[in-house]
C-alpha cells in the first residue's frame, strides 16, 4: 500500500520560511517522479515543483527562486523548502507521486500553509 505523508505545513509570516516534508512508502523515490502542488479552495490544483533526479528539477514561475525541492533517498523523503513566502503562498499543499512506468498516480492527503500577518 503506498503512502505519502506530508508534514511540515503551519502558519507563517510574510517573508518567513517553512519546510515540509513527504514521507513515503509503498513506493522508492528514486524510481520515482516526486512533486509538490497546492491546492487554494475554488481554484484548480497547481503544479509547484517536481523533480526526477537531481539534475532535473522543474519550477512552476511562481516560486522560482524562493522554494527548493530536494529528496533524500535513504530516507524515502521529499522535502520543499518555502524561503520569502507570500499571502499568495497560502494554500493546502500534496505530495504527489508518479512511480516510472506505473499508470497510477499517488496523492497524499495535504498539509496546510497559511502566510499571515
Known amino acids: 500500500q503506498v503512502q505519502l505523508v506530508e508534514s511540515g505545513g503551519g502558519l507563517v509570516q510574510p517573508g518567513g520560511s517553512l519546510r515540509l516534508s513527504c514521507a513515503a512508502s509503498?513506493?522508492?523515490?528514486?524510481?520515482?517522479?516526486m512533486g509538490w502542488y497546492r491546492q487554494v479552495p475554488g481554484k484548480e490544483r497547481e503544479l509547484v515543483a517536481t523533480?526526477?533526479?537531481?539534475?532535473?528539477?522543474n519550477y512552476a514561475d511562481s516560486v522560482q527562486g524562493r522554494f527548493t525541492i530536494s529528496r533524500d533517498n535513504a530516507k524515502n523523503t521529499v522535502y520543499l523548502q518555502m524561503n520569502s513566502l507570500k499571502h499568495e503562498d497560502t494554500a493546502v499543499y500534496y505530495c504527489?507521486?508518479?512511480?516510472?512506468?506505473?499508470?497510477?498516480?499517488?496523492w497524499g492527503k495535504g498539509t496546510l500553509v497559511t502566510v499571515s500577518s
Open positions: 504527489n507521486a508518479n512511480p516510472m512506468g506505473a499508470t497510477t498516480n499517488y
Open positions: 509503498g513506493i522508492i523515490i528514486s524510481l520515482s517522479v
Open positions: 523533480t526526477i533526479s537531481a539534475g532535473r528539477i
